[in-house]
């Protein structure tokens, strides 16, 4: 299984972007999915989950600004981020909790590569 995130560039302080993340390989089913982001010198935290059934769960400081929504039928979870100021500088890394076909069907997680978000002051 691999998710490959995509969207990341740089954007002027107020500005948008929207991230993507592609799962692929022996898939049985996806469930939650979501984003976590690293600023430098700062710990990952998270930026927003949406569970399987489209319940969403959001960081305190992203609130209002940015929504997850997901395509069960593509397999991939979106980041809409909006308002976007210094603060949210980071990579940002796709997350998956599935269940992935190999030796049977078991529950596996899985991270994307980071994909980096430079918003300009």
């Known amino acids: 299984v691999q998710l490959q995130a995509s969207g990341g560039g740089l954007v002027q302080a107020g500005g948008s972007l929207r991230l993507s993340c592609a799962a692929s390989g022996s898939i049985f089913r996806i469930d939650a999915m979501g984003w976590h982001r690293q600023a430098p010198g700062k710990q990952r935290e998270l930026v927003a989950s949406?569970?399987?059934?489209?319940?969403?769960n959001y960081g305190d400081s992203v609130k209002g600004r940015i929504t997850i929504f997901r395509d069960n039928a593509k397999k991939t979870v979106y980041l809409q981020m909006n308002s976007l100021n210094a603060e949210d500088t980071g990579v940002y890394y796709c997350?998956?909790?599935?269940?992935?076909?190999?030796?049977?069907?078991?529950?596996?997680?899985?991270w994307g590569q980071g994909t980096l978000v430079t918003v300009s002051s």
């Open positions: 997350n998956t909790d599935l269940l992935e076909i190999g030796d049977g069907v078991r529950r596996r997680g899985y």
């Open positions: 949406i569970s399987s059934g489209g319940r969403t």
